[in-house]
């Protein structure tokens, strides 16, 4: 079994915040009659039966947050489906990242390396992904924005060296007008700097903390890195807001497994 890693103080105070003047009983069971019949469902996840709080992270590596967000799945996730494969999801969580860094020890340990390789191919090849009904990759979406010779992390580069106060360096991977047969989870990244530190936020549609999800961390922060680079500033932190993360019934095992496991190893 693998082990989990040392947690700071900051990190134990995982906080989850109702929104104010929000009715926490509903009349919905999450799936009606008809939609059990179509999705299966996580046997033992508990039922949508009421308004799922927003979580929120506060950490200072990647891996922290990816053992903070998949410990909140699996204590308070709800059971959902993904294109008809069960999942255990919770709603608008957000991960704030101080310390990003690609060389995280916790996922070098407890990651997947050919997910790793994946995602990062995903970042980096401009070839279209076979997984994802070739699908155009990350690449393509950021550096040749639909195939139209339109590199955007460049013009993200050129917009804060022209104006560092700028607050609209921002860009999608939605290519609506070539590519609508796969809409990305991450869709938009949104950088500006504060105190010569390059700060990066992130939407995305819904992230596997299972499988994938650390994998995208981990390459936005490269992405996050290359810009501050370019732009010779300090790195800051990373936000990544998900409305659905999440953790597929296959999964559930393993992640169980990993945040059981012994603090000390």
């Not at 990062?120 to 010779?149: E, I, K, M, P, Q």
């Not at 990066?200 to 992405?223: C, P, Q, R, S």
Request: with cysteine; proline share 5%; charged share 20%.
């Amino acid at each position: 079994m693998k082990g989990q890693p040392n947690r700071s103080a900051r990190m134990r105070a995982t906080v989850v915040f109702p929104l104010p003047d929000t009715p926490m009983k509903t009349s919905t069971t999450g799936f009606s009659s008809s939609d059990n019949a179509r999705y299966a469902v996580p046997r033992n996840a508990k039922r949508m039966t009421h308004v799922v709080a927003p979580v929120r992270i506060e950490v200072m590596t990647l891996g922290e947050a990816w053992m903070a967000i998949a410990a909140a799945i699996l204590a308070d996730g709800v059971a959902g489906s993904w294109e008809g494969l069960p999942i255990v999801e919770v709603f608008r969580a957000t991960l704030d990242v101080s310390s990003p860094r690609v060389d995280d020890p916790i996922i070098a340990r407890d990651g997947d390396p050919e997910r790793l390789a994946w995602m990062h191919a995903n970042f980096t090849d401009h070839s279209r992904v076979a997984d994802l009904g070739d699908a155009d990759s990350y690449a393509t979406r950021l550096y040749d924005y639909a195939h139209a010779g339109h590199d955007q992390i460049r013009w993200v580069i050129k917009r804060l060296t022209a104006n560092p106060w700028a607050r609209d360096a921002t860009v999608t991977t939605l290519q609506p007008l070539t590519d609508a047969t796969y809409i990305p989870c991450v869709s938009l990244l949104d950088f500006w700097l504060v105190e010569e530190k390059l700060q990066l936020a992130v939407y995305a549609n819904a992230i596997d903390f299972g499988t994938k999800g650390y994998a995208n961390l981990v390459e936005l922060v490269a992405l996050q890195a290359r810009v501050a680079g370019d732009l010779g500033v300090g790195m800051g932190t990373l936000t990544m807001t998900v409305k659905s993360a999440h953790i597929y019934q296959t999964e559930l095992g393993l992640m169980r497994g990993i945040i059981a496991a012994p603090e000390s190893r």
